[in-house]
Each structure stands twice: as structure tokens, then as C-alpha cells.
């Protein structure tokens, strides 16, 4: 549904062009804003939904762009957000929604696969802050976060959550450090989700096959909440990560039942 605050505003989506990312693209459109989306790989089935899904946005009458950038490197975020200012004259909204791990423990990582963790998860997204800065402090701009459950859970094959829990706190930090700005910065911690990932999940982590279905989270109800975030009802929100998990991470049992 269209809403009065979203009309005009402009938002950055990274890692937009498929999953959750690109749920979140839809909302926000569907809400009114125009969008600029994002995705790192050239020329495979990422830039090709990426594609479809700007020219879904464009049949609602917003305006729509794709970027390939790679958040994890300096230029390409600086030309990113630069690519955005310029084809729609502003920036009110950044989600900081793209991410990448390798499924292994810890332990197992390879220096290059540790490197492209931090470097992606944790510095890429601090570039995105960084470069969105400016724009976002001349419209009172607001940052949202997607976070997940590794960030408080221990899981075996998920090295990804310790680069949430930090983000959590990079959160807490510039929800103060931008309040001079104007800026507000808050996080969504998502429980599991049935996106690409996901799939690659199902194969590291058995016990996923006795969640029940009802614990499940859709991308939409994680793009809902974004929208909540980015929305003047939360104005008295600040530096803080939502949970929403359909209550997953409540307690320490669940009813498990084998599919
Ligand atoms: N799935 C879940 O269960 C779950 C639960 C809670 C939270 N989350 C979080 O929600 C977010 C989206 O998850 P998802 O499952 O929808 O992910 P996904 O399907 O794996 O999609 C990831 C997106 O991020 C992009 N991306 C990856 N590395 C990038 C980089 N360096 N620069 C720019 N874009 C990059 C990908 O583009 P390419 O395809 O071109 O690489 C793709 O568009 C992530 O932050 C994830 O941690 C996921």
C-alpha cells in the first residue's frame, strides 16, 4: 500500500537482486519509494533477476535502477552510492542487506575465505555507511541493518554470525554517532529464511529438518519490519536490532518434528 512518507524518498538496497534483499526492493516500491538495487556477480542469474526485478518496479510507476558493485571494495562503494545520487538526486534510505560466507566452521577457514568474511560482512558495509553519509544527513536519512540469528547462536557451519554480532554493535554505535545528522541506524535480526542460502544450509545442518514449518520466516515479514524502521512510527527507535523469528530463538526447546 502507498504511503504519504515514501513518496519521492529514495532507497539504496545492497545484495537486492534476489532473497531477502530483493523482498525488501518490492516493499519499499510497493510502499512508494523509488529504489536502487545492488548485486556483486556480472553477468550470471543474479544480474538477470536483478533486471526483471527493476523492470517489476518500473510497472509501478517508481523509478528503478541496478548497480553491480562489490560492497567490500572502497571505489566500488564510492561509485555506487555516487551512481545513485546522481540518477535520482538523493538518498533517504540504505539497507545493509548484502552478504556472503563461506558454510564452515571457524576453525576450517582458509585466510582468503576469513578475509572476504570481514571484509564483506563487517568492513563493506561500514564503506556503505561511510559513502551514504552526506546524502543521508540532508534528508534525515535512516539506515536499516539485516541481521540473523547467528549473531546471538552458536551454529557450527555459520562463521557469518560473528560478523552480525559485531554489525549489532556497529549498529548501537552509529545510532549515536549519526545523531547529530539526524540519522537514525537500527537492525532487523532475521530467523531462517528459505532464500538461496538456505538451500546450501539444509545440506551442513540436519537438525533443520525437524523445524517446524510454523518457525520459518518469509523474506516479506523481514522487508515488513525494514519498512517499519524506515517509517516515522519508529521514530523513537534508535540503535536497536528487532528480532523476527516467529519467537524461534524464545526458548532453549521447540517441539521438533521430523518432515
Ligand atoms: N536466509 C536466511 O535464513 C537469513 C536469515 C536472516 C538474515 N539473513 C540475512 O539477510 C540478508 C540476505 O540474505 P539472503 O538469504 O536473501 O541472501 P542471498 O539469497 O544469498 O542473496 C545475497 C545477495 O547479496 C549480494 N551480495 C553478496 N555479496 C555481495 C557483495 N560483496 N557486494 C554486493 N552484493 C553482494 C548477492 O549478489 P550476487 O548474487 O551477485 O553475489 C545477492 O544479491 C543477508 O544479510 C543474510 O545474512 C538471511
Redesign the pocket.
Known amino acids: 500500500m502507498e504511503k504519504a512518507h515514501f513518496k519521492d524518498k529514495v532507497a539504496l538496497i545492497?545484495?537486492?537482486?534476489?532473497?531477502?534483499?530483493a523482498s525488501i526492493a518490492r516493499t519499499l516500491a510497493a510502499a512508494g519509494a523509488d529504489v536502487a538495487l545492488?548485486?556483486?556477480?556480472s553477468g550470471?542469474s543474479?544480474e538477470d533477476h536483478g533486471n526483471k526485478l527493476c523492470e517489476e518496479i518500473r510497472s509501478l510507476g517508481r523509478k528503478a535502477l541496478l548497480i553491480q558493485?562489490?560492497?567490500?571494495e572502497k571505489e566500488s562503494v564510492r561509485k555506487l552510492v555516487g551512481s545513485v545520487t546522481e540518477y535520482f538526486g538523493r538518498l533517504d534510505f540504505l539497507v545493509l542487506?548484502?552478504?556472503?560466507t563461506p558454510f564452515k566452521p571457524l576453525e576450517k577457514l582458509m585466510e582468503r575465505e576469513l578475509r572476504q568474511l570481514v571484509d564483506?560482512n563487517y568492513i563493506?558495509n561500514i564503506f556503505c555507511i561511510q559513502e551514504s553519509v552526506q546524502e543521508l544527513a540532508k534528508s534525515e536519512g535512516r539506515i536499516v541493518f539485516?541481521?540473523?540469528l547467528g549473531s546471538r547462536f552458536y551454529n557450527p557451519s555459520y562463521p557469518?554470525g560473528s560478523m552480525k554480532a559485531a554489525m549489532e554493535s556497529v549498529v548501537r554505535d552509529c545510532a549515536e554517532g549519526l545523531r547529530g545528522k539526524n540519522i537514525s541506524v537500527n537492525a532487523v535480526c532475521?530467523?531462517?529464511?528459505k532464500?538461496?542460502?538456505?538451500k546450501v544450509l539444509r545440506q551442513l545442518w540436519e537438525e533443520i529438518e525437524y523445524i517446524p514449518e510454523y518457525l520459518f520466516v518469509e523474506p516479506r515479514e523481514i522487508a515488513e519490519v525494514v519498512e517499519f524502521l524506515l517509517s516515522p512510527a519508529s521514530r523513537a527507535v534508535r540503535g536497536q536490532t528487532i528480532v523476527v523469528d516467529h519467537g524461534f530463538s524464545n526458548r532453549l526447546y521447540q517441539p521438533m518434528v521430523k518432515k
Open positions: 545492497t545484495g537486492s537482486s534476489r532473497g531477502i534483499g545492488n548485486y556483486r556477480r550470471g543474479s558493485a562489490d560492497i567490500s542487506n548484502a552478504a556472503r564483506t563493506g539485516v541481521s540473523s557469518l532475521g530467523g531462517i529464511v532464500t538461496d542460502s538456505f
